[in-house]
């Protein structure tokens, strides 16, 4: 083909990427350029084309029938550089992975299995980043994330990891306080859906203690003050299976609810992956679909 034929790598990049994330923001944020910028190439490579890869709408975007017909081309086509480039560069390369995960998820779920990570893949180097605030302004720099939300705030390139319930947990030493929820002590993260209000409403109770709550940003505060016999805090599976299954947790309560939010893979694109991005990516599918 001409060179002439060939529409600029910045325009087709800007396509790619926001097609994957179905998010002129979110793809911006991993290419480093501006919103305006991403949306611009766009609209740039819509001209050169003659034809609408996006229908724009008030908050999100969707691909039309031309923009996906279009995208698993460019796919491959990025595929095949990224395959001719590896053949250069060599398997060397690529054995450092930044990944993007929030604090708890961290502590409590990752850094217990690191030693069955690197007991099976021991050339592995991460850098673990763990912003508690605003992720969307560092996940530009890791490889890989893991992302605690929403299924609707999610881009059709996460993978759900698992389907968790909520509940209260506490120290054994402190259960028979944690059954009376009028005096117990309670903790909770903030920001979340699976709250003490919508745990007590599933269960059939009203609940009036909202204002009494001590709220943490961060799970890691909250589960570690029930561990110490501080009180008692609402949790989900993915985060306390550990401590309830070696008893340094008890559940005062059977009552469990489903969670709206959940944990999401977000794997880097087919071409962007490394030797150290596909080990791990492999890794977290085994530990999750084993269930443990």
Not at 136 to 161: K, N, Y
Request: net charge negative; proline share 6%.
């Amino acid at each position: 083909m001409p060179q002439s034929n060939l529409p600029p790598l910045t325009w087709l990049r800007a396509f790619e990427a926001s097609a994957r994330h179905l998010s002129f923001t979110r793809a911006a944020a991993e290419l480093h350029l501006t919103q305006s910028a991403v949306s611009q190439h766009v609209r740039s490579l819509e001209a050169y084309l003659g034809r609408d890869l996006f229908l724009r709408k008030t908050r999100a975007i969707e691909l039309t029938e031309d923009g996906a017909n279009y995208l698993p081309g460019l796919r491959e086509a990025f595929d095949l550089i990224a395959s001719s480039t590896q053949t250069f560069i060599g398997a060397d390369r690529g054995k450092d992975l930044t990944l993007q995960c929030n604090m708890a998820f961290s502590v409590f779920w990752l850094a217990p299995r690191l030693s069955r990570l690197y007991a099976k893949y021991p050339w592995l180097v991460l850098n673990i980043v763990t912003p508690i605030w605003d992720p969307e302004r560092h996940a530009a720099t890791a490889a890989v994330e893991i992302r605690f939300g929403r299924p609707e705030e999610m881009s059709d390139a996460a993978e759900r990891l698992a389907t968790d319930r909520f509940f209260p947990v506490c120290a054994p030493d402190y259960r028979e306080r944690a059954r009376d929820l009028d005096s117990a002590t309670l903790f909770d993260c903030a920001g979340l859906t699976g709250t003490w209000s919508a745990w007590s409403k599933s269960r059939g109770q009203p609940f009036f203690r909202d204002k009494e709550i001590n709220l943490a940003s961060t799970f890691v505060i909250s589960i570690t003050a029930a561990l110490n016999s501080a009180g008692v805090t609402m949790a989900h599976d993915t985060l306390v299976r550990d401590f309830l299954n070696a008893g340094r947790l008890v559940k005062p309560f059977e009552h469990a609810a489903p969670l709206t939010e959940a944990y999401f893979l977000l794997p880097p694109s087919s071409h962007a992956h490394t030797p150290a991005s596909t080990a791990f990516v492999d890794w977290i599918r085994e530990e999750f679909q084993q269930g443990e």
